[in-house]
């Protein structure tokens, strides 16, 4: 079967960096999504890894090892707006987003 | 950037009653749109999938008879919820994808409500 694990829920501190982790295992790969959702709206892109690495974008960054199955979305300076949920999501062998429950992120002053 | 539109934004339905909802792709041709349904602090579900001209493809445990999709153009599918009870009330989600680009616009949902 095809799954993603994320942790459900996490909490930082105003500034500080926190780091949330997906591990996945689908039929293939062809892409790795990250969306920011706040509560009561719709999903918002955030990140898009398909090789290996790092992929930075002002305070938000994105890493991918494939061989792993493994994926993080680093926040640093955190803001009380990033308060929200991370969804990762994997594209899979036809091309279908195969989503993670999401991580709820809670920012403390 | 690419923008999806929803309409309506929230609505309240009378039990038994039909109810229709718009996802439209404002500046790109969608070749394929998603429909999702989301419970308060529950992770998104995927309902169907709907490529233009061709039937929806749906997720198992949906109803088809129940959520019709409808995917007439490039720019426009509908989901209309039929004869609606207060267990279908959730927030409703589409997005939409288009051409080698395969990430998913989302639409600003739609709150149904049923009573």
Redesign the interface.
């Known amino acids: 079967g095809q799954n993603i694990d994320q942790p459900t829920e996490m909490t930082a501190t105003e500034g500080a960096i926190v780091q949330i982790n997906c591990t996945y295992q689908t039929s293939g790969f062809?892409?790795l999504?990250w969306y920011q959702q706040h509560a009561?709206?719709?999903?918002?892109?955030l990140s898009?890894n398909v090789l290996d690495g790092l992929e930075e974008k002002g305070r938000f960054s994105s890493f991918l090892s494939r061989s792993k199955g493994y994926s993080y979305l680093l926040l640093k300076e955190l803001q009380m707006k990033d308060s929200a949920s991370y969804?990762c999501a994997v594209?899979d062998s036809n091309?279908?987003?195969i989503?993670?429950?999401?991580t709820k992120l809670i920012i403390k002053p | 950037g690419a923008v999806v539109s929803q309409h309506p934004s929230r609505v309240i339905c009378k039990s038994g009653t039909s109810v229709k909802i718009e996802c439209r792709s404002l500046d790109f041709q969608a070749t394929t749109m998603f429909w999702y349904r989301q419970f308060p602090k529950k992770s998104l579900m995927l309902m169907a999938t709907s490529n233009e001209g061709s039937k929806a493809t749906y997720e198992q445990g949906v109803e088809k008879d129940k959520f019709l999709i409808n995917h007439a153009s490039l720019t426009l599918s509908t989901l209309t919820v039929t004869s609606a009870h207060p267990e279908d009330s959730s927030f409703y989600i589409c997005s939409a994808r288009g051409g080698k680009d395969y990430e998913q616009y989302f639409g600003p949902g739609t709150r149904l409500t049923v009573t």
């Open positions: 062809n892409g999504f009561g709206e719709a999903p918002t892109f898009y969804l594209l091309y279908q987003l989503w993670g429950a999401g």
